[in-house]
């Protein structure tokens, strides 16, 4: 694919990915949008990387938020939070920000934006990843795929015979789309020791934080702070270790979603007054990555926080209204 077209399409992919792309055609009376991002990029070319989809070119964001300061209205989530809770309208045409995983690239790209345009944002870290001792398994995977010397692989996986064809960057990238919604049909428990079965089929060792490629690294906890005491930018969790939390038994649920509040409370509440709540979000594709146990596991989890998920539309699926944790994005 020519070098123009494939950073078009990742662009689009990304726009599409964080709901920019159906909130473009509407503009909504007394309600908010919700727009979820993950990273951003200065550019698209490093091909260490496999999946960019997660990783918004800067530019485009900045356009984005030139474009919401100027015809929409920016609010906190825990605005949007407040006024469901007491069923209470809101300014017309509000839009929310989030930004899901914590990568670094939200404090060195993403804020100055935020600062320069007045704008809030959320951002939903998961905490083992900002302490550096839990690299995602999706970016393990990438990694695996992008950096092995063979051209070919079989698996098996989920009952299933797949063939990874790795001969091209393309391929490889294909290969990647392909291996992920399997992975994330696993049970939690198996997730782990399949990446770990991966990477030694591949012959290719265990990443390190220190080889990951600049757009995939996690902001610090003092980069966390310091957004944190901006007024422009809120902290909420992510979970601990990002696994699918509906592939988790409930205590694992539990397990995930109280280690990350109770860290980002150790590191962050000092800085805060006595009534700072954490927002807890879980994350969730349709109805598959997001489901009433897990649901009921963070609001009693964290019975005093804002616990909450962001959820793509799905037409077969319609969830009760104004329910607390789960937020249409």
Known sequence: MPLALYSRSIKAAALVGSGLASFARTRRSAEATILTF??????????????????????????????????????PLTELVEARSRGTSLPDNSVVITFDDGYASNYELAYPILQEFGLHATIFVATGFLDGVEMFWFQRADLALGRSQKELLDWKINGKKLRFYLGTYELRQQSLRQLL???????????????????????VSTPTFEDLPKAMRPMTWEMACEMSLSGHVDIGGHTHTHPILSRCDVLSMRAEIATCRDRIHATLASLRSPQWGVHCKAK????????????????????????????????SWRPRPRCPVRLKR
């Open 38 to 75: 993950h990273g951003l990029c200065e550019d698209t070319s490093d091909r260490d990387i496999l999946d960019w989809s997660l990783h918004l070119p800067v530019d485009v964001f900045r356009n984005i938020c030139s474009m919401l300061a100027k015809e929409y209205h920016v609010i």
């Open 284 to 315: 969730a594709f349709y109805r598959t990555d997001f489901t009433p146990p897990s649901a009921a596991a963070s609001t009693t989890t964290s019975p005093c926080t804002n616990c909450l998920a962001t959820v793509l539309p799905n037409p």
């Open 181 to 203: 919604p399997e992975l994330k049909e696993l049970p939690d428990a198996d997730l782990l020791s399949e990446v770990d079965r991966l990477e030694a089929a591949l012959d």
